[in-house]
């Protein structure tokens, strides 16, 4: 039987409150150009390699806001990463556990999660 679902993460979605502030963090978070358009008002597609991250303000409320990491980022170097991030304002909710990964709030408050690949 053909399964007609692909393995494959096509996009994930974040859900933010203000859709420009939230570009603009993002983009400097990961040294990525700003220069992309807003969609349809409330969407924004970062350019990532790999899946997409999409930010969207139309799907966002308090009760929207991912409340554990629902995806990691990668770093080489924890230690820089962990120092850019805070560097960036975003809250900081662990240490480096086992010298491999963190979590931080981003604006908006979602959880998100480094880890050294």
Not at 7 to 12: L, S
Not at 62 to 85: R, S
Not at 99 to 104: A, E, L, M, P, R
Request: charged share 20%; proline share 6%; hydrophobic share 45%.
């Amino acid at each position: 039987m053909t399964i007609p679902i692909l393995a494959q993460v096509g996009a994930i979605f974040i859900p933010v409150n203000d859709i420009e502030k939230a570009k603009n963090w993002y983009c400097s978070l990961l040294g990525l150009p700003q220069d992309g358009d807003i969609l349809f008002g409330h969407l924004y597609v970062l350019p990532m390699e790999g899946p997409n991250i999409v930010l969207d303000s139309k799907i966002y409320t308090a009760e929207a806001v991912l409340k554990v990491p629902a995806f990691h980022l990668n770093t080489e170097d924890i230690d820089a990463a962990y120092d850019h991030v805070k560097a960036c304002g975003a809250e900081i909710i662990t240490d480096i556990e086992n010298d491999h990964w963190f979590n931080f709030k981003d604006p908006d408050g979602n959880v998100l999660m480094i880890c050294r690949c």
